[in-house]
Each structure stands twice: as structure tokens, then as C-alpha cells.
């Protein structure tokens, strides 16, 4: 029986975690591209800083997959 609640609580917080990760993370991210362009930069300066976070994101996305 333990082991039955056991596994149900991990599912639950895998899901939890996958849920966050991406639905809500993702979402975070775009309201700040969103308040960049509504910020009173000149239009080249909100380009270079929306460029700016989107070659992060890539660049951690490529470092986790040369990990695995």
C-alpha cells in the first residue's frame, strides 16, 4: 500500500513539473518580450534585446542536448 501512494505522489509531481515547465515557464518568457516592446527603447534596441534572450534560450537548449 505504501508503495502504491508512494508512486501515485511521483506521478503527481512529475506532472506538476512537466506542467510548469512547459505551460507555464513559456508564458513568462513571452510577457517579457511583450513588455520589452512596449518599453520605451528605439525600435533596434527592443530588437537586439528580444534577439538577445531568444540566442539564450537556444544556447541552453543546445547545451542540455550535447549533455544527453
Known sequence: M?????????WITTGVLLFS??????????????KLLKSELSLEQQINEILRHKFCELKEDVF?????
Open 64 to 68: 542540455i542536448e550535447i549533455q544527453k
Open 21 to 34: 515547465f512547459l505551460v507555464v515557464l513559456p508564458s513568462f518568457r513571452e510577457k517579457n518580450d511583450v
Open 2 to 10: 505504501r508503495y502504491a501512494v508512494f508512486s501515485i505522489c511521483t
